[in-house]
């Protein structure tokens, strides 16, 4: 998995769009095992939709309230309709 991990990177992006893209490779896991505990513990049905909209959530959230340093001037929809200018905008 870590092999994975390291190769999540963004060929144009700087560092720091880069640490915020690799963010949500960490968000999409996350929200993997979130719901494969609530499959496995609580017989709930995988909604790939739900998941991806989730780590898309969490990912913001992350980048707009642990900003590492740089303004975020891009608004959640902004973030769920073109997610690559959004990047760009950090460099």
């Given at each position: 998995?870590?092999?994975?991990?390291r190769?999540?990177?963004?060929?144009?992006?700087?560092?720091?769009?880069?640490?915020?893209?690799?963010?949500?490779?960490?968000?999409?896991?996350?929200?993997?095992w979130h719901?494969?505990?609530?499959?496995?513990?609580?017989n709930?049905?995988?909604?790939?939709?739900?998941?991806f909209?989730?780590?898309?959530i969490?990912?913001?959230?992350?980048?707009?309230f642990?900003?590492?340093?740089?303004?975020?001037?891009?608004?959640?929809?902004?973030?769920?309709?073109?997610?690559?200018s959004?990047l760009?905008?950090?460099?």
């Open positions: 998995m870590f092999n994975h991990f190769s999540f990177w963004r060929v144009g992006c700087n560092l720091k769009g880069n640490v915020i893209w690799k963010g949500m490779w960490v968000a999409i896991v996350w929200e993997f719901y494969r505990n609530k499959v496995m513990f609580k709930e049905i995988v909604d790939n939709e739900e998941i909209y989730l780590a898309q969490k990912r913001w959230s992350w980048t707009k642990r900003n590492l340093g740089v303004m975020v001037i891009f608004s959640m929809s902004d973030w769920f309709l073109n997610p690559k959004c760009k905008s950090q460099v």
